[in-house]
């Protein structure tokens, strides 16, 4: 099992910045694409962006390139998501998801609500 914990959600105004932090827990390790999603009240979830375990390779959801990045630490188990530039539009509760082997983990969630 895995558990996945999120973190730096909160109340911001429309063009100031956020850090979410997600960190990974459970025996044996490995995992591979860890990522971001979110869900606004009355909408599907939706990719935000997800990244490989070397990061070698990074997704971007169209509404928030060049505004948003996703790292991760392996060393801390941890995924990040710097937000920049925040709209309104991206008030939403931000989840984490892990795949490992062929399971896939979710966190539970933090909120993002960004004011105009």
């Known amino acids: 099992q895995v558990q996945l914990v999120e973190s730096g959600g909160g109340l911001v105004q429309a063009g100031e910045s956020l850090r979410l932090s997600c960190a990974a827990s459970g025996s044996g390790l490995s995992i591979n694409v860890m990522g971001w999603y979110r869900q606004a009240p009355g909408k599907q979830r939706e990719l935000v962006a997800r990244i490989t375990s070397g990061s070698s390779s990074t997704n971007y959801a169209d509404s928030v390139k060049g505004r948003f990045t996703i790292s991760r630490d392996n060393a801390k188990n941890t995924v990040y998501l710097q937000m920049n530039s925040l709209k309104p539009e991206d008030t939403a509760v931000y989840y984490c998801?892990?795949?490992?082997?062929?399971?896939?983990?979710w966190g539970k969630g933090t909120l993002v609500t960004v004011s105009s």
């Open positions: 998801y892990a795949s490992r082997g062929l399971g896939g983990y």
